[in-house]
C-alpha cells in the first residue's frame, strides 16, 4: 500500500495524463486515440512542447515566467513570411536568420532582467506589447500566406517509407528501434551503477516503467504507421526535448539553473554568476520561441497578425502541471513534456467531443488550478508529516 | 517594597536538541526600569517572546503572573491587549507608509470599513509630542533617522495604552545624543507611572537608567541586582554574564608549526548599502597566518559577517576601501568565484539561507563551488561526483540515507558538515568560518572543531568568526575583538579569558 502510494504520488501527473486519456478515449469513443487524430495531436501541441522547455528553463531560475513568448513568435513568424514568401529569399537563408532575430530579442530582454533585474513579468509584459507592435507593422495588418513547399516540406511532411508498403513499416521499424536502445540503455546503466556499488531502483518498479515506456512509444509508432508515418516534426520534437533533457541533467550550466532557483543567495556565493544564468535562460527562451514560431507558420501556411495569441499561457501552464515548482528550481523537461501532453489531449478531446470553447478556457484554467494546488497542498503535508 | 508587576516563574522553553531557558525567574517591579544583560544567545530575547506570546502558552513550561493574573498568552495581540508592549530590535515598521498609518496600524482608527484619517494623524501627532518627535505624522518612516524611527515604535506602543514597554537594544544603532534622549525619555517615562524592560549590552547605559538587573547566562538566570542596595560594578556584571567554566569540549591539536602570513586585510572600510553614509566596517586591518585559527570576537551587529562577505568578493556592502593581500601579494575580488580561485573561501553563518540549496540532494551541494572538478567542457561526470560526496559523508561523516538525500531533511549538525564539505571540496587555503557551530549540538560541535584542528594541521588559515567566547578561546591562537566595526582589541591565548574579552568589547561601546 505505502508503495503504491509513493510510485503514485512520484508519478501523479503521469498518472493524470493516463486518466485523462482513457476518459476521452471512453467519451470520443476511442477516436481520440485514431492514428489521424495522433498525428494530428502531435503536429497541433509541437509549439507547445517547444515553448515549454524553454520556459522551464527561466522558471527554474527562481518563477520567472515570460509572457512576451506569443508575440515573438507571432513577430519571428511574419519576418519569415516577409523574406521568404514576400522576398523570395531562400528557405536556407531564411531559417538562420529568423533564428537570429529570435536571439536578438532574447539579448535584449535578458539585458533588461538578468543586469538591470528588472522583475521578468514586467520585462516581458513590455515584450508582449512591443514585438506585437513589431508584428503589425511588418505585416500592415495583412495575413502572408502561401509559403514554398520546399519550407512546408521541412515542417509539415513525414518521412518517407522506404518499404513502400500499405502501411508505414519505417515508422514500427524505429519505434522497435528506440524501445530496444532505451532498455539497453536503462540495463547497462543498471549494471554499472550495481557494479560501483551505487543505489539502484526497485527491480519490479524498473520493469514496470520499461514495460509502460515501450508499450507507449510502440502504441504512437503503430499507430502512426497506420496513417502516414512519422511526423518531420516528431523529429524535431525529439531532438528540442534530447538536447535540453541533456543540458539539465548532465551539464555545469544545467545544474546551476537549479542552484539559483533553489537558493540564489547561495548560488552566488559559490561563485555562480546567477546574472549570466538569467541572461542565458531568457536568451534561449527567445530562441526556442523563434523555433516555435517556423513550425506555427508552416502549420497555417501563413504569418498573421493575431499569430501565437496566448501560446505563452500555454507554455507556462505544461511547466506547471509538469511538476514545475513556482518558486524555482524544481522541475524536468520529462514533467513539462507530460504536461503539455495533457494539455494537448485535454484540448484535443474536448474539441473532438464538441465542447464550446468558453468552457474549453473553463476546464482548462481549473485544471491548471488544481494541479497546482495539489501541488502545494502536499508538499505542505510532507513537510508538517 | 513596590508591587510586583509581572512575575515570571520557573519558565523553561526547548527548542528542539536545546534548551533555551532553563527555569527562568523574573521579577519586574511596577514603575520601575528592569534592565536583562547577558551574552548573545543567553536567552534574553527568547525569554521576552515567550512573555509577548510570540511563543505561544503550551510551548513553553512555567507560569507567567502580571498583576497578580495569570496570562496564557497565545498571540502577540493577548499580551499587547493586557498592556505589554515589545519593540524589536529589527524595527517593525513599514518604509513606504506614514508614521501614521504605522502607528495605528492594526489598531485603525475610525470603523471597520472607513478609517478616520483626521483622527490618526491627530492622534499620531498628539503620541509624537509625547516622545518629543516633532515631525508630522503624514512623513513616510523611509525619510526619518532610525534614532526617530525608534521613538515612532515608542509611540506606537503608548497609543496600545501600554503599562509594560519591553526595549530589546534600543540603542543599537543609535549614536550618542540619539541614545541619551532615548533613555531620558524612559527616565521621564517612568516618572509618569511606565514599567519597562530594557535589553542593553551597553553598561553606561544601564547604570544610568535601570533600578534592577538581571542578569542570564546560557538559560539561567544568575542573579538579579538592585540598584540601591547592591554593588552593580561592571566587573560583577560582566562576571555573572561570562562566567561560565570551561570544560573539555574542545579537542587538543598538536603544535603545529605556524607559518608565513596567508591573508592579510589593510585599512577596510565598508559602508552600508542601503544608508550609504553609515560605516559598517571601519578602517579594520588583521592577518593570519598558515597553521593558524584566527578568532574575530564581538557581539552582534559588530561588522564581523560584514567583513567577510565584503572580502570574500565584495559580497556586501558599498564603497568597499582597502586591500588585500594573499600570500603577500595585493589581489582583487570583485565576486565569490575571484576568490574561490584564489583558494580563498567563506562558510557562511546562515546556513540555509545563504549556504545550501535545500532543494538539492547532498552530492549537488557538495560540488557546487567547484563544479570544474567533476566536469569537462561543461559536462558532469556523475561517476566522479558520486564518488566525492560519498568520501566527504565518510571524512565528516555525515549522518544521511545516501548523497541523494534532499538537503533541507538533514539535522542542523549533517547540514553544517554538508556545508563545509562544499568549501573543502573548494581546495580552499584560508577559509573563513562565520558561527560554524551556531544551532547544533555538542557532539556535533566537536565533530566541527576537530575538522578545524584538522584542516590547519594541513598548513590552512582559518578565520573564526564566533559568538560564543569559550569556543574562541578554547579554539583559536589568537582573538580579534570587534566592536561598532572597529578592530577593538587583540590578544593571544594564553592571555585570553572571557572576563578580558567581553570587558574590552563593553569599554568600547562606551564612547559610542
Known sequence: MGKAKEILKKNTMLVALLVVTLLFTILTKGVLLYPANITNLISQNGYVVVLAVGMLLCILTGGNIDLSVGSIVAMVGALAGTLIVNHHMSTWLAIPICLAVGILIGIWQGFWIAYIRIPAFIVTLAGMLVWRGVTLSILGGLTISKFPANYLNLFNSFIPDVFKGKRNILSIILGALICVVYIILQLSGRIKKRKKGYQVEKQAAMILKIIVISVVIMAVAISLAFNKGIPMILILLGIVVLVYTYYTTKTVPGRYLYAMGGNEKAAKLSGINTNKVLFLAYVNMAFLSAVAALMCVARFDSAAPTAGTNYELDAIGSCFIGGASAYGGIGTVAGVVIGAIFMGVLNNGMSIKGVDSDMQKLVKGLVLLAAVAFDVISKKRSRIA | MAELMLEMKNITKRFPGVIALN???????EGKIHALVGENGAGKSTLMNVLSGI?????????????GEECKFNVINDSEEKGIAIIHQELALIPYLSIGENMFLGNERGVKYKINWEETYQKANELLNTVGLL??????IKDISIGKQQLVEIAKALSKNVKLLILDEPTASLNEADSRKL???LLQFKKEGLTSIIISHKLNEISYVADKITIIRDGSTIETLDKVTDECTEERIIKGMVGRTMTDRFPKREAAAIGEISLEIKKWTVYHPLHGGRKIVDDVSLYVR????????????AGRTELALSVFGKNYGI??????LIDGKEVRLNNARQAINRKLVYITEDRKGDGLVLTNPIRVNTTLAKMEKVSSYGVIDKDIEMIAANDYVDKLRTKCTSIEQDVGNLSGGNQQKVLVSKWMFADPEIMILDEPTRGIDVGAKYEIYCIINQLVSEGKSILLISSELPELIG??????????????GEVMREDATQEIIMGQILKSSKGA
Not at chain 2, 515631525?135 to 513616510?140: I, P, Q, R
Not at chain 2, 598558515?290 to 551587529?301: P, R, T, Y
Not at chain 2, 564603497?319 to 588585500?324: A, E, K, L, S
Not at chain 2, 579554539?475 to 580579534?480: Q, V
Open chain 2, 55 to 67: 511563543y505561544p502558552y503550551g510551548s513553553y513550561e512555567g507560569e507567567i503572573l502580571f498583576r
Open chain 2, 319 to 324: 564603497d568597499i576601501t582597502g586591500t588585500v
Open chain 2, 23 to 29: 527555569n527562568v525567574n523574573l521579577q519586574v517591579e
Open chain 2, 183 to 185: 533613555l531620558d525619555l
Open chain 2, 475 to 488: 579554539m583559536c591562537d589568537r582573538i580579534y575583538i570587534m566592536n561598532e566595526g572597529k578592530m577593538v
Open chain 2, 135 to 140: 515631525e508630522s505624522s503624514k512623513t513616510l
Open chain 2, 290 to 301: 598558515k597553521g593558524e585559527v584566527v578568532g574575530i570576537a564581538g557581539l552582534m551587529g
